[in-house]
Antibody, heavy 118, light 108 residues
C-alpha cells in the first residue's frame, strides 16, 4: 500500500529556515511526480512545489520561488523541501503527496505543522 | 487565473439524506476535476478523479459529474462517517490556484 510520511515541521522565527522530509513506501518513488502542498489559514490548500520522477523537472509556486528548494533521493525513497526566508504567512500544515497539479494527488501524508512566529 | 468556487460553504444534513456539493471553475477545464474528503485532523483523501471516476476503495454512495465549468459531488445517502470537509481541485493547468475553498458537511 502506497504511503508517505512527512517530518521536520516546527516553530521557526521569521527569516529562519526549516527542512521538511517525506518518506515514501509501497511504491517506486522514481516512477512518480511528487508535490508539496500546504494548507494555510489564509489561502487554504495550495501546491508549493513539485518534482518529476527523475528530478529533472521542478516547479515552484510564486510564493515559494527563490525561497524554497525541492529535492528527492529515489535511492532512499525520500523527498525534501528546504525552506528559507520564512514568513508569517508560510504558517500551515505541509503535506507531501504523490502526483502533480495536472493530475490527482494520492496518497497524501498526515502533514507536518510549520509555524512561523517571533 | 482559474478560480474554483464551491457551494455551499457548509451543509448540515441528516443520516440518509442526499447531499450535493457544487464546484464551479471560472474557465473551461474539461473533465480535469478531482474531489477530496478531509476528515477532522486528517489529510485530504482522493474520492473522485476525472470528474466522475471513483477512486478505489471509496464507497459507491459518492459520485461525481459535470464537465466544462460546472461540477457536482453527490453523497447519495449520508453516513455519520462522512462528516468532513470536501474540496475540489482542477488539474487542467498547473500555474494557478488549483483547489476550491472547501465545503464542510455536518450531520444533524
Amino acid at each position: 500500500q502506497a504511503q508517505v510520511v512527512e517530518s521536520g515541521g516546527g516553530l521557526v522565527k521569521p527569516g529562519g529556515s526549516l527542512r521538511l522530509s517525506c518518506a515514501a513506501s509501497g511504491f517506486t518513488l522514481s516512477d512518480y511526480y511528487m508535490t508539496w502542498i500546504r494548507q494555510t489559514p489564509g489561502k487554504g490548500l495550495e501546491w508549493v512545489s513539485f518534482i518529476s520522477g527523475s528530478g529533472a523537472t521542478i516547479y515552484y509556486s510564486d510564493s515559494a520561488k527563490g525561497r524554497f528548494v525541492i529535492s528527492r533521493d529515489n535511492a532512499n525513497n525520500s523527498l525534501s523541501l528546504q525552506m528559507s526566508s520564512l514568513r508569517d504567512d508560510d504558517t500551515g500544515v505541509y503535506y507531501c503527496a504523490r502526483g502533480k497539479p495536472t493530475q490527482s494527488f494520492d496518497p497524501w501524508g498526515q502533514g507536518t505543522l510549520v509555524t512561523v512566529s517571533s | 487565473d482559474i478560480q474554483m468556487t464551491q457551494s455551499p460553504s457548509s451543509v448540515s444534513a441528516s443520516v440518509g439524506d442526499r447531499v450535493t456539493i457544487t464546484c464551479r471553475a471560472s474557465q473551461y477545464i474539461g473533465r480535469d476535476l478531482n474531489w477530496y474528503q478531509q476528515k477532522p485532523g486528517k489529510a485530504p483523501n482522493l474520492l473522485i478523479f476525472g470528474a466522475s471516476s471513483l477512486q478505489s476503495g471509496v464507497p459507491p454512495r459518492f459520485s461525481g459529474s459535470g464537465s466544462g465549468t460546472d461540477f457536482t459531488l453527490t453523497i447519495s445517502s449520508l453516513q455519520p462517517e462522512d462528516l468532513a470537509t470536501y474540496f475540489c481541485q482542477q488539474s487542467f493547468t498547473t500555474l494557478v490556484s488549483t483547489f476550491g475553498q472547501g465545503t464542510k458537511v455536518e450531520i444533524k
